[in-house]
Structures are given as structure tokens and as C-alpha cells.
């Protein structure tokens, strides 16, 4: 079946440096993939969207591209702030029979020191 | 916008308890959907709810049931809990029928079973 996998963590790294987590999947068809943030004691924030091959997904300086001949989605940021440190979730929309679900991966804890 | 809305935050059960859960979609959504998140993993896939009739469902035993109603909130009603039961519960919302699936979450419900 479908699935997602991430980089395990924990992730530490100093203000300003540049920030990769790796997130590769297995899916049929073409599913969208995301990428979601888990802040301390709250619920998912969507962070970025792709919807298509190719697609880059961007906010808050955070970017992914959909690259489907390696079938990744990584994360990058060029300069993490200390604000940045949560927990990331990488993911994809899997329809079929079992309606458009998000399938996860286990998720890495970025820490970030000033 | 009202985004999603989950109640309660916490609540603490004893094992073969049954549980109710609610979740009030974000404006404008008419399917939800609900995940489980154990501590120190992904969020997994329980079931979702479009048009009032479950849409899709995960690996979940059928003490887990839920419902929707008319105006799109849902409940997640856990029977027999079991220890294993501890968990954060995540509702989303998205928009069906769209070429969007995107789901936004709530803050989630943190279930400590005893």
C-alpha cells in the first residue's frame, strides 16, 4: 500500500542554518503530498502543499518540490529561526477505496538553538 | 473563517469506558475526517465522513464509530476502551468535491485511558 517515509530525527541545528528533512513515498497513481508542522501540545498546521510533478510548494521560507522520478518530497529552509523548532510531518492524499486520507510518515523533531 | 474546533482538550477514561469525541468542521467544509496520533508517531487514519455516511475507513476495530451531521460537525465514539486507546485525536476538515484535498486540523482531544 501506499506510504510515506521520513528522516528520523531528532534534527538540532543552530540559528540561520540551512535545513533539509527528507521525505521519499510509495503511492499509486498520482497522489498530492504535503507537508504539515506539530508545534508542542497542538494539531497539525498544514505548512505546504503539491498537488502535481514538478509542483513547488512554499511558505513561511519553507519549500518542497514534488519530484516524482525520485519519488521525494523534501523539506528545505535557508535559514531555520529558533521558532522553527516543532515537529514536521510529511504526507500524501491516498484516495481509492478508503476515501481521500492522509497517509504520514513518523514525523522529525527539529530542534533549533540560538 | 472558523477553522476547526475539537472539544474536549483533555479527557481521562478507564479502561472499558466508552468515549464521545466532537469536532466542529472549519466554515465552508463538509467532510471530516479522523486520525489517531500515539505519542512519538504519525497521525494514523481512523475514518472520514462525507454527507453524513462514513467515506473511507483505516484499520480500526468497529468499537471506533463515528457520526456526521447536518450542518458538518462529527462525533468519535470509542466503545470497551483499552489502555492501548491512549491517544492524541485529530479531526480535519476539508471541502469534498473539489479538485482540493487538502484537510486542516484541530487542535486535537489528548485521551488518557487508565
Known amino acids: 500500500g501506499d506510504s510515506v517515509t521520513q528522516m528520523e530525527g531528532p534534527v538540532t541545528l543552530s540559528e540561520e542554518a540551512f535545513l533539509t528533512i527528507n521525505c521519499t513515498y510509495t503511492?499509486?497513481?498520482?497522489?498530492?503530498l504535503f507537508w504539515y508542522v506539530q508545534y508542542p501540545g497542538e494539531g497539525l498546521q498544514l505548512l505546504l502543499k503539491a498537488t502535481k510533478a514538478d509542483d513547488k510548494g512554499s511558505n513561511k521560507g519553507f519549500e518542497a518540490t514534488y519530484r516524482k522520478e525520485t519519488t521525494s518530497f523534501h523539506l528545505e529552509k535557508g535559514s531555520v529561526q529558533v521558532s522553527d523548532s516543532a515537529v514536521y510531518f510529511c504526507a500524501l492524499s491516498s484516495r481509492g477505496n478508503q476515501g481521500g486520507k492522509l497517509i504520514f510518515g513518523q514525523g522529525t523533531e527539529l530542534s533549533v538553538k540560538p | 473563517e472558523t477553522g476547526v474546533t475539537q472539544s474536549p482538550t483533555h479527557l481521562i477514561k478507564t479502561r472499558g469506558q466508552q468515549v464521545t469525541l466532537r469536532c466542529s468542521s472549519q466554515?465552508?467544509?463538509?467532510?471530516v475526517s479522523w486520525y489517531q496520533q500515539a505519542l512519538g508517531q504519525g497521525p494514523q487514519f481512523i475514518f472520514q465522513?462525507?454527507?453524513?455516511?462514513?467515506?473511507g475507513r483505516g484499520n480500526f476495530p468497529p468499537r471506533f464509530s463515528g457520526l456526521q451531521f447536518p450542518n458538518y460537525s462529527s462525533e468519535l465514539n470509542v466503545n470497551a476502551l483499552e489502555l492501548d486507546d491512549s491517544a492524541l485525536y485529530l479531526c480535519?476538515?476539508?471541502?469534498?468535491?473539489?479538485?482540493?484535498?487538502?484537510?486542516?486540523f484541530g487542535p486535537g482531544t489528548r485521551l488518557t485511558v487508565l
Open positions: 466554515s465552508g467544509h463538509n467532510t
Open positions: 465522513y462525507y454527507r453524513e455516511e462514513e467515506n
Open positions: 503511492a499509486t497513481g498520482y497522489p498530492s
Open positions: 480535519a476538515s476539508s471541502l469534498e468535491g473539489t479538485m482540493s484535498d487538502t484537510q486542516y
